[in-house]
């Protein structure tokens, strides 16, 4: 089963940008659709944004125009650019495959605060 491992942690002001980065344990070539999802304190995980393996993207409408999900398969890593950052987006993050059926790691903390 594959291992994934996010980072680009950070405390961002409301407006900042930032960047996250999946790591995967091994090729991701053979999964078609990866996704970042997000947990904020006391709510559900929900997705955030998915990039099937052509580069096909989703995202939640409350991110449209703002993140942006990318992937390097040669790298077997899978990205989120996220801008024009707002509180709410304060959350942990997490990347799965699409549906979420790897095992959930760690994830990477974003505080967006002034």
């Known amino acids: 089963q594959v291992q994934l491992v996010e980072s680009g942690e950070g405390l961002v002001q409301p407006g900042g940008s930032l960047r996250l980065s999946c790591a995967a344990s091994r090729t991701i070539l053979s999964i078609n659709r990866m996704g970042w999802y997000r947990q904020a304190p006391g709510k559900q995980r929900d997705m955030v944004a998915t990039i099937t393996y052509g580069g096909l993207t989703n995202y939640a409408d409350s991110v449209k125009g703002r993140f942006t999900i990318s992937r390097d398969n040669a790298k077997n890593t899978v990205y989120l650019q996220m801008s024009s950052l707002k509180p709410e987006d304060t959350a942990v993050y997490y990347c799965?495959?699409?549906?979420?059926?790897?095992?959930w790691g760690q994830g990477t903390q974003v505080t967006v605060s002034s």
């Open positions: 799965n495959t699409s549906p979420p059926l790897a095992k």
